[in-house]
């Protein structure tokens, strides 16, 4: 069973940066592709960045401006958020995709002010 819990969101200006965490426990490697997605109100859950041994990933909304990392000694995955636009605001929800299933967090809420 893998558990993971999102930290880091909140209200920002626009133009601000927020830094998402998300921790994972449980049975993971670190082959196991993870990432981020969000969901605005309304619409439908998108992807946002993933890294796995392929690489990195990036919805083309938030190239240039997000960037995905992680650090297997804390089975952790970040989401660094530069130069946030309204148009971010969402929930911001981590998975990860292991050999066995995918698991999701229950999400944390970046909202983004004019």
């Known amino acids: 069973q893998v558990q993971l819990v999102e930290s880091g969101g909140g209200l920002v200006q626009a133009g601000g940066s927020l830094r998402l965490s998300c921790a994972a426990s449980g049975s993971i490697f670190s082959g196991d592709a993870m990432g981020w997605f969000r969901q605005a109100p309304g619409e439908q859950r998108e992807l946002v960045a993933t890294?796995?041994?392929?690489?990195?990933n990036y919805a083309n909304s938030v190239k240039g401006r997000f960037t995905i990392s992680r650090d297997n000694a804390k089975n952790t995955v970040y989401l660094q958020m530069n130069s946030l636009k309204p148009e971010d605001t969402a929930v911001y929800y981590c998975?990860?995709?292991?050999?066995?299933?995918?698991?999701w967090g229950r999400g944390t809420q970046v909202t983004v002010s004019s």
């Open positions: 890294i796995s041994r392929a690489g990195t």
């Open positions: 998975k990860v995709a292991t050999m066995y299933s995918d698991y």
